[in-house]
């Protein structure tokens, strides 16, 4: 296994909280909030789209090497209607 990336449904205060946990995940891909949200904590990235599919998130990982720990992310919003 590469990486595990956890979809939650949650408020950004607890994705926050499992961020700083340090458990190592890269990325999470976070609902509930209406709001969108783009943290980094600790390396790792909480993304949240906001509601109603108004933004996407075009989201990339990249090893830079056999032996790195884990993905380099990269993250832009962008509005759907674009």
Same mark, same amino acid.
């Given at each position: 296994m590469d990486v595990v990336l956890p979809m939650t449904h949650q408020l950004m205060c607890l994705d926050r909280k499992l961020a700083?946990?340090?458990?190592g995940f890269p990325l999470i891909l /976070?609902?509930?909030d209406h709001e969108p949200f783009l943290e980094s904590i600790n /390396?790792?990235?909480? @993304?949240?789209?906001?509601m109603d599919g108004k933004?996407?998130? @075009?989201?990339?990982? @990249?090893?830079? $090497?056999?032996? $790195? $720990?884990?993905?380099r992310v990269s993250?832009?919003?962008?509005?759907?209607t674009d």
């Amino acid at each position: 296994m590469d990486v595990v990336l956890p979809m939650t449904h949650q408020l950004m205060c607890l994705d926050r909280k499992l961020a700083q946990e340090q458990i190592g995940f890269p990325l999470i891909l /976070g609902g509930h909030d209406h709001e969108p949200f783009l943290e980094s904590i600790n /390396g790792c990235t909480i @993304v949240k789209t906001g509601m109603d599919g108004k933004q996407i998130a @075009v989201i990339e990982l @990249v090893w830079d $090497s056999v032996e $790195s $720990s884990g993905p380099r992310v990269s993250v832009q919003l962008k509005n759907a209607t674009d």
